[in-house]
C-alpha cells in the first residue's frame, strides 16, 4: 500500500491505495446521498419496530402496529365474500332456471362457475373445457346424460358412477368378447364407423348391421343415436369419446373402458354446482 499524497491533478487526497500505478481519490460522498443513507437507517430501525420483521423459533416480532399481511388478506376475504353474499345466498335458494334467467345473478354464476373450474375441472377437461381421449368435450352439443341446466347439474352434483354417491349416474357396457364371435365384433365395428364415414370393410357393414340390431340396439337405439337416460353415446355422429376406427372401436365393444367422475355435490356444495352448471352451460353446447 502506498502512502498517501495529494493528486498532482484533482488537487484530491488519495486513500493510500494504488493498482498497478493508479490511485484512489478520497472523495467524499455527497451530502445528500449521506443524509438519505442515515434516514434509511432510521426509517428500518423504525420498521422493526412497527412491524413484523425479526425472526424467532417460532414466528417473528409482531410489531407494534400488528400487522401482519395474512391478516390483510383475511381481512380482503372477508369484505369480498360480504360482497359476494347477495349474490350467493339467492344462488342457494333459487332453482338453477331462474338463476340463469336473472341477468346478474347468470353473470355472476358464470363467474364464479368458470373460477370453480379452473380450479377442480380443467385437470380432465381442459383449460378450455375441450376434452380430450376419454374426457368429453364440453363445447359442443353432444351430450351422454343431456344438456339441459337441469341435468347438467344433475351430472356435476352427482358424478358419473362414483362410488361415494347412491345418486351417482350409472352406464356400463358389457365386454362384448364374451358374448360374440371376433368376427361379430368386426362386423360391428365396420357398421358403426360406416354411420358417421366410410367403413374399410364394406363387405362387414349389412352383417354388422344385424349384430347391433340384436345387441346394441337396446342401449344405442335401433337408429344409433344413442339414449341419454342411459348414457349411451350417438353412434351416427362424428363425435367419439375414448376411441375411433374399426380397431378402436372393435377393442372398445371387446373389453369397454369406463371412466368415472366425481360427485362434486358432496366436495363442492350445491351453490357451487348451480354456479359451474350455469358456466358449463354457457360454454355454447347447452340446451
Same mark, same amino acid.
Given at each position: 500500500?502506498?502512502? %498517501?499524497?495529494?493528486?498532482?491533478?484533482?488537487?484530491?487526497?488519495?486513500?493510500?491505495?494504488?493498482?498497478?500505478?493508479?490511485?484512489?481519490?478520497?472523495?467524499?460522498?455527497?451530502?445528500?446521498?449521506?443524509?438519505?443513507?442515515?434516514?434509511?437507517?432510521?426509517?428500518?430501525?423504525?420498521?422493526?419496530?412497527?412491524?413484523?420483521?425479526?425472526?424467532?423459533?417460532?414466528?417473528?416480532?409482531?410489531?407494534?402496529?400488528?400487522?401482519?399481511?395474512?391478516?390483510?388478506?383475511?381481512?380482503?376475504?372477508?369484505?369480498?365474500?360480504?360482497?359476494?353474499?347477495?349474490?350467493?345466498?339467492?344462488?342457494?335458494?333459487?332453482?338453477?332456471?331462474?338463476?340463469?334467467?336473472?341477468?346478474?345473478?347468470?353473470?355472476?354464476?358464470?363467474?364464479?362457475?368458470?373460477?370453480?373450474?379452473?380450479?377442480?375441472?380443467?385437470?380432465?377437461?381442459?383449460?378450455?373445457?375441450?376434452?380430450?381421449?376419454?374426457?368429453?368435450?364440453?363445447?359442443?352439443?353432444?351430450?351422454?346424460?343431456?344438456?339441459?341446466?337441469?341435468?347438467?347439474?344433475?351430472?356435476?352434483?352427482?358424478?358419473?358412477?362414483?362410488?361415494?354417491?347412491?345418486?351417482?349416474?350409472?352406464?356400463?357396457?358389457?365386454?362384448?368378447?364374451?358374448?360374440?364371435?371376433?368376427?361379430?365384433?368386426?362386423?360391428?365395428?365396420?357398421?358403426?364407423?360406416?354411420?358417421?364415414?366410410?367403413?374399410?370393410?364394406?363387405?362387414?357393414?349389412?352383417?354388422?348391421?344385424?349384430?347391433?340390431?340384436?345387441?346394441?340396439?337396446?342401449?344405442?337405439?335401433?337408429?344409433? %343415436?344413442?339414449?341419454?337416460?342411459?348414457?349411451?353415446?350417438?353412434?351416427?355422429?362424428?363425435?367419439? =369419446? %375414448?376411441?375411433?376406427?374399426?380397431?378402436?372401436?372393435?377393442?372398445?365393444?371387446?373389453?369397454?373402458?369406463?371412466?368415472?367422475?366425481?360427485?362434486?355435490?358432496?366436495?363442492?356444495?350445491?351453490?357451487?354446482? %348451480?354456479?359451474?352448471?350455469?358456466?358449463?352451460?354457457? =360454454?355454447?353446447?347447452?340446451?
Amino acid at each position: 500500500m502506498a502512502d %498517501k499524497h495529494i493528486d498532482e491533478i484533482s488537487g484530491v487526497e488519495t486513500t493510500g491505495h494504488e493498482w498497478d500505478g493508479i490511485r484512489e481519490l478520497n472523495n467524499p460522498l455527497p451530502r445528500w446521498w449521506v443524509l438519505v443513507f442515515y434516514a434509511c437507517i432510521v426509517w428500518a430501525l423504525g420498521y422493526t419496530i412497527f412491524y413484523p420483521a425479526w425472526p424467532l423459533i417460532h414466528g417473528a416480532t409482531p410489531g407494534v402496529l400488528g400487522y401482519s399481511t395474512r391478516g390483510e388478506l383475511a381481512g380482503d376475504m372477508a369484505e369480498a365474500r360480504a360482497a359476494q353474499a347477495v349474490f350467493v345466498d339467492k344462488i342457494a335458494a333459487m332453482p338453477i332456471d331462474a338463476v340463469a334467467a336473472d341477468r346478474d345473478l347468470n353473470t355472476f354464476a358464470i363467474a364464479a362457475g368458470a373460477a370453480a373450474f379452473k380450479v377442480n375441472c380443467t385437470p380432465c377437461h381442459g383449460s378450455g373445457a375441450e376434452g380430450g381421449q376419454g374426457y368429453p368435450n364440453l363445447n359442443d352439443d353432444d351430450w351422454l346424460w343431456g344438456g339441459t341446466l337441469d341435468q347438467i347439474q344433475t351430472t356435476v352434483l352427482h358424478g358419473i358412477r362414483a362410488p361415494d354417491d347412491e345418486d351417482t349416474r350409472i352406464s356400463e357396457m358389457p365386454a362384448f368378447a364374451d358374448i360374440l364371435e371376433p368376427e361379430q365384433i368386426r362386423q360391428v365395428a365396420a357398421y358403426v364407423v360406416s354411420l358417421s364415414g366410410t367403413s374399410a370393410h364394406p363387405e362387414m357393414v349389412e352383417p354388422g348391421a344385424q349384430v347391433f340390431a340384436e345387441n346394441c340396439a337396446a342401449c344405442h337405439g335401433e337408429d344409433a %343415436k344413442g339414449n341419454r337416460e342411459l348414457g349411451a353415446p350417438d353412434l351416427a355422429d362424428a363425435i367419439w =369419446l %375414448k376411441v375411433q376406427g374399426e380397431a378402436g372401436i372393435a377393442a372398445q365393444v371387446s373389453h369397454p373402458r369406463h371412466g368415472v367422475m366425481p360427485a362434486w355435490g358432496s366436495r363442492l356444495g350445491e351453490t357451487t354446482v %348451480k354456479e359451474l352448471s350455469i358456466y358449463v352451460h354457457s =360454454l355454447g353446447g347447452g340446451e
